[in-house]
């Protein structure tokens, strides 16, 4: 196991690339670029990073030479010859060769785009332009890196035995956490920590942790490379990227309606089974329910992703009684700012009624709260999205407006035809 403090430490030397392969990025990256490849593949998107947390002023800690260092090195970066045979040969989710040969051939071959960087007001204005499946790849890279790169920043005075203080208190803290989780009966935890995670080594050390802790309780980590290397499950499905581009792509209202469940109807053409999870929430969770069309209640299950999660969690059970479909076959995968407090309320509410799993992210591989003087590492919410889709905006409206992002006419259009009202404003956690 690595010694994290002494690595930490020698950062100052300049070891250790942030991204050390193509692979070190979230398995539903890799689902949804081969769905686009195959479906959307010319498709002109450009992603960029927002910063929800204003006061984190981003440029004035980072040193743009040392973000344009690590970006350059990711552009370098290439699929090596054991991770392709990882990808083309290993069973996910119940199937031997997820990814088709084409796609494989691509992906070989695939460098990362150019990237534009440019300083604002305390923030990095990091953008990508270009073919879909291309761009898409630079989200989870471009996260780590200024998650990472912040919190070098904040670590680069302090000594050794500063160091190993600090990751000994946080290793405390995680521990304490797969502690008071291992005994919750029929858990089934994952980690879907890659792109708000403090460092690679430090989530790595988090999924080592888990395996230990929970044993047949801990289903897999979102990270390939990690689960690749840990010989554990990858998990993961779909995300709000695919409705927000196809949506972005609509002729007029009527298509636009549509948009959601056409992501879906090609979703269900590669997959079958696990991967079979709706994201209902991109443009409100009730109305996509209300106007989903007979064959999605015949889906394995829903992931909740923001607002109320008890509520989102309640609005698709009486969905599928609605529909016919018996709740207690069906899997809800909560994935919104959890920790154990949160995990725990969930699990007990929901015990017996619907099959529950869990997502755990930015507190299970980022939370130094409290640990260093002015809470200098605590976590944050930093997003990477399409932001437009040949020439047009995107939009997404969340079950939390908090978390809605597009042009202000477009949000009205949105909630017009998606028909969302009135919702409640949630504080943003990560």
């Not at 403090?5 to 692979?23: F, G």
């Not at 944050?380 to 995107?394: E, W």
Request: with cysteine; hydrophobic share 40%; charged share 30%.
């Amino acid at each position: 196991m690595a010694d994290i403090a002494e690595r930490v430490y020698a950062h100052k030397w300049k070891i250790d690339p942030i991204i050390r392969s193509l692979i070190d990025t979230d398995f539903y990256k890799l689902l949804m670029c081969q769905s686009v490849f195959r479906n959307k593949p010319d498709t002109q998107v450009t992603f960029s990073l927002i910063n929800r947390t204003k006061s984190i002023r981003v440029a004035d800690l980072v040193d743009e030479g040392e973000l344009r260092e690590q970006l350059d090195h990711a552009r370098s970066l290439k699929l090596a010859r054991g991770e392709s045979t990882w990808l083309r040969g290993n069973t996910f989710y119940g199937k031997r060769q997820m990814f088709r040969p084409d796609f494989m051939e691509w992906f070989e071959d695939l460098r990362l785009p150019d990237y534009h960087l440019e300083r604002r007001d305390g923030q990095y204005e990091l953008t990508f332009e270009g073919k879909w499946p291309e761009v898409m790849m630079w989200e989870i890279p471009a996260l780590a890196i200024l998650m990472e790169l912040r919190g070098r920043a904040v670590l680069r005075d302090m000594g050794r035995f500063e160091l190993q203080v600090l990751y000994a208190r946080a290793m405390t803290r995680v521990w304490e956490k797969v502690e008071k989780l291992r005994d919750l009966p029929d858990l089934r935890l994952a980690d879907f920590g890659t792109r708000r995670r403090h460092s690679f080594l430090w989530q790595d050390w988090c999924v080592q942790a888990l395996m230990e802790g929970l044993g047949d309780k801990f289903t897999g980590t979102s990270n390939c490379l990690i689960a690749m290397r840990r010989d554990i499950e990858a998990i993961g499905t779909n995300a709000h990227e695919l409705p927000m581009v196809y949506a972005a792509l609509a002729d007029n209202d009527q298509d636009l309606a549509r948009a959601p469940y056409d992501v879906l109807a090609d979703w269900q053409e590669e997959h079958d089974g696990n991967l079979r999870i709706i994201l209902p929430d991109t443009f409100g969770t009730r109305g996509f329910l209300e106007n989903a069309p007979d064959w999605l209640a015949g889906w394995t299950g829903i992931r909740v992703d923001s607002g109320d999660p008890a509520e989102g969690a309640e609005i698709a059970i009486d969905w599928w009684k609605s529909r016919g479909e018996d709740p207690r076959k069906k899997l809800v995968i909560f994935s919104d700012g959890l920790d154990v407090d949160k995990i725990t309320a969930l699990q007990d509410h929901f015990a017996g009624r619907v099959r529950v799993s869990f997502g755990w992210g930015t507190l299970l591989t980022n939370d130094f709260r409290g640990l260093v003087p002015d809470d200098a590492l605590a976590p944050f919410s930093l997003v990477c999205k399409a932001v437009s889709a040949n020439g047009r905006p995107t939009v997404k409206l969340s079950d939390n407006p908090n978390k809605a992002m597009g042009p202000a006419d477009q949000i009205e259009r949105y909630k017009r035809v998606f028909g969302v009202g009135e919702q409640e404003r949630r504080a943003v956690v990560v």
